[in-house]
C-alpha cells in the first residue's frame, strides 16, 4: 500500500525567509503524481504544485518548487520569500491510480506559521 | 470560472438522524471524488465518481454511508444513522478527466463541516 509521511507536524519563518517542508513516501510503482495542496483555516484545500514522477526536472511554480529524489522517495516543497498569506496547513499526496480508479493518498500534514 | 461548491457548510445534527452532503463539481468536469477529514485519522478518500462507470466506493467506512451523482454533476454524500465518530469535514473535489487521460489534478470545494451531538 502506498503511504506518504510528513514528518514535521508544525514549522514556523520569518516573513521574506525560505523553508523547506519535508515528504516521503512508499510505492512500488514507477509512474505516478505528487501533489502539494495548501489548506488556509477557511479550509479550500488549494493546489500548490503537482510533480509527475516520469519528468527530472523538478516543478516550479513561483516561489514554490520542489526537490524530488525519486530513488530516495522524497518530495520536499520550498517556499522562498515567505509571505503572511502562506501560514496554512500543507499536505503532502500521492495519486494511487488503479483499476479504473483513482485516489488521492495524504501525509498528515505540516501546519506552517510565517512570522512578522 | 467557478470552483467546486458545497453545501451545507456547517451542520449540527443529533446522533441517529441522517443527514445529506451536497457538492457541486466544476462545470465540464467528469470525475468526483469525496474525502473525509477528521482529527484523529487525516484525510481520507470516500469514494470516487468517473462519468458513467460504476463509482468505486472502497473508501466507505460502513452501510451507513452513500453517495450518488445524478445526471454525471452533482453529486450527494448520505449518512444514515449518524455516530459521533462520523464528526469531520467532509471535502469534494472534481478533475477534469478523472482517469480517462491519465493522472489528473484535483479541484477542492471548501468542505462541509459534520458535527453529531
Known amino acids: 500500500a502506498q503511504t506518504v509521511t510528513q514528518s514535521q507536524p508544525e514549522m514556523s519563518v520569518q516573513e521574506a525567509e525560505t523553508v523547506t517542508l519535508s515528504c516521503t513516501y512508499d510505492?512500488?510503482?514507477?509512474?505516478?503524481?505528487l501533489f502539494w495542496y495548501k489548506q488556509p483555516p477557511s479550509r479550500q484545500m488549494i493546489l500548490v504544485i503537482r510533480q509527475e514522477a516520469y519528468k527530472q526536472q523538478n516543478a516550479t511554480e513561483n516561489r514554490f518548487s520542489v526537490n524530488f529524489q525519486k530513488a530516495a522517495k522524497s518530495f520536499s516543497l520550498k517556499i522562498s520569500d515567505s509571505q503572511l498569506g502562506d501560514t496554512a496547513m500543507y499536505f503532502c499526496a500521492f495519486m494511487v491510480t488503479q483499476g479504473g480508479s483513482e485516489k488521492l493518498v495524504f501525509g498528515k500534514g505540516t501546519k506552517l506559521t510565517v512570522n512578522p | 470560472g467557478a470552483g467546486v461548491s458545497q453545501s451545507p457548510s456547517n451542520k449540527v445534527t443529533e446522533k441517529g438522524k441522517d443527514v445529506e452532503l451536497r457538492c457541486d463539481p466544476i462545470?465540464?468536469?467528469?470525475?468526483l471524488y469525496w474525502y473525509r477529514q477528521s482529527l484523529g485519522q487525516g484525510l481520507e478518500f470516500l469514494i470516487y465518481f468517473q462519468g458513467n462507470s460504476a463509482p468505486d466506493k472502497s473508501g466507505l467506512p460502513s452501510d451507513r454511508f452513500s453517495a450518488e451523482r445524478t445526471g454525471g454533476s452533482v453529486s450527494t454524500l448520505t449518512i444514515q444513522r449518524t455516530q459521533q465518530e462520523d464528526s469531520a469535514v467532509y471535502l469534494c473535489a472534481s478533475s477534469r478527466y478523472g482517469t480517462s487521460k491519465g493522472p489528473d489534478t484535483q479541484y477542492f470545494g471548501p468542505g462541509t463541516r459534520l458535527t453529531v451531538l
Open positions: 462545470s465540464g468536469h467528469t470525475a
Open positions: 510505492t512500488s510503482e514507477n509512474n505516478y503524481y
